[in-house]
Each structure stands twice: as structure tokens, then as C-alpha cells.
């Protein structure tokens, strides 16, 4: 299959590459040069617009920062519906807010192009192992048309329902797994600061009704103070803004979610944006230290 992908970063380059691994044509187009060079020695073709990788592409897959970028990249100048191609099929794996894949959805359904939103959970490490949670809106013949691409990046793919619902899911995801993150750095700095190895806490904890794969996975990171980016706590802060603005919107009240948003807006703030979302540890710790 001939299959389009724009967004190569963190997470697309990885997947970009397990498709190509597995036999499909690629035709890129990114922003910078600089990200088209792990490509140059596999089977993938360069293109100088969205819309010419459109041309060449019975699938393209968007992986791309947030909903302007991929109203850009689908509906813009040169983007991927200014091909005119009917029957075109784009799955976007961005996280973005549901109301704005329903929005791209419904105009590109008006062209002629299937869209269905596939946000993924897993971070860098699940991108690079193939091994990523992928939540599906969309009609369920385009996700049956892309699953075989899901199954080549994932390990699993569930169709959660109509156009926006992936994006209810991972919003969810990112609800779960942004306090999750906040309650194991707050567990653990409690147990510091009074004197109690959290490695020891957390040993005895995974035993327990308080076990989870952030305690196991997360923690471990956190106690080996390996703060390198998975999953950067920009990022994590941009998905918690899209819940409260969907909270805002539903007229939900969501006290958890808006006191998580709250410590990731504190860390893009005071310079920790660019690391792991687990650096919540290091904030906490900061602000439990007397200057």
C-alpha cells in the first residue's frame, strides 16, 4: 500500500518506519529537512506538499502537535484535500480536541475523503516498539481499510466509535494517566520528605490495592531520576487543556483533571516543559524544600 504520513517527530519517525518494515511505500513531507533524513536509505518518497503525498497515497497518516496543524496540513493551502482525490483515507494520530476531529472530519467527508481520528497512547517507547494503545473514531469501513497499518504500530486497535470518539478516549487516557503520574511523584515525595525510602515504599505498594502500570513503569523512572522525554510535560499539559476545555464546554466538573492541568502548567512555567511528564517529582520537591 502507498501510504502517506506527515509528522515525523518523536513518535511519528518510529512509525513511519515499522510501516515501511512492513512492505508500504512511504511518501513524506515534513516542515524541516532535517526530519525527512532517517528516510533516505528506505523504500519512501519525498513529496514538496501534503497535497503531492496525497496524490500518490491510498492512506495518509498525520501525527502532528495540535488541531491547527492538522487543519492545516488536511484543509490548507497545498494541504492533503487540495489534491482533489476522492476516496482518500486520513487517519490522524495527533491528540486534538473531539469537537476539532469532528470539525476536519465533516469537511473533509464533504470532499470525498474519509477521516478517521486514531490518537495512541504509549509514548516514545511504544512508538519505537510497535508496541502502542490506539483509539479509533471513524466509520468502521476506513477503520477496517487501516487497521492492518494500526496493527504494524500498536498493540491493539479498538474502534471506540463515530467521528471525535478516539479523541474522548484519549482524552480519558490522559485524564488517568496525568493524575496517575501526579499521585505516584506526590507518594513518593511525601515519603522522602519524611524520611522513608521511596524504593521501598514502592515495593511494598506494587503488592497492594495501589498497584499500576504507572507505579511500576513511572515510578522506576522517577526513583532512577530519569526525567529524559518520553512524553514531555508540554505535551501532557496541551492534552489536559483540551479536557478542561471539554469539561468547560459539557459543563463538567473535573477536580482532579483541573488540579493535575494546574502542576503541568507550573512546570512548562518554571523551565520543565521539555522533560518527561514525570518531572512533576522534581516540581513538587522543589516547592516542599525551604529556600
Known sequence: MNVGFIGLGLMGRPMALHLEKAG???????????????????????????AEVAKHADVVVTMV????????????????ASSGKK???????STIAPDAAR???????????????APVSGGEVGAINAALTIMAGGKAEAFETVKPLFE?????ATLIGDRGAGQVAKACNQILTGVGVLAVAEAFNFA?????????????????FAYSKILENHGQRMLDRNFKPGFKAWMHQKDLRIVMEEAHRLGLMLPSS???????NAMVGSGLGENDSIAALKLLEKMSTPE
Open 152 to 156: 504494524k504500530m500498536g498493540k491493539s
Open 65 to 80: 502537535a495540535d488541531a491547527p496543524d492538522v487543519e492545516a496540513v488536511c484543509l490548507g493551502e497545498n494541504g492533503l
Open 87 to 93: 476516496g482518500l483515507i486520513i487517519v490522524d494520530m
Open 192 to 208: 522522602a520528605k519524611s524520611g522513608v525510602d521511596p524504593a521501598k515504599v514502592r515495593e511494598a505498594l506494587l503488592g497492594g
Open 103 to 117: 470539525r476536519i472530519g465533516d469537511r473533509l467527508e464533504a470532499l470525498g475523503i474519509d477521516f478517521v481520528d
Open 258 to 264: 483541573a488540579a493535575t492541568a494546574q502542576v503541568f
Open 24 to 50: 508500504h511505500t512511504l511518501h513524506l513531507w515534513a516542515r524541516r529537512p532535517e526530519s525527512l533524513a532517517p528516510f533516505k536509505d528506505v523504500n519512501a518518497k519525498t513529496h514538496a506538499t501534503p
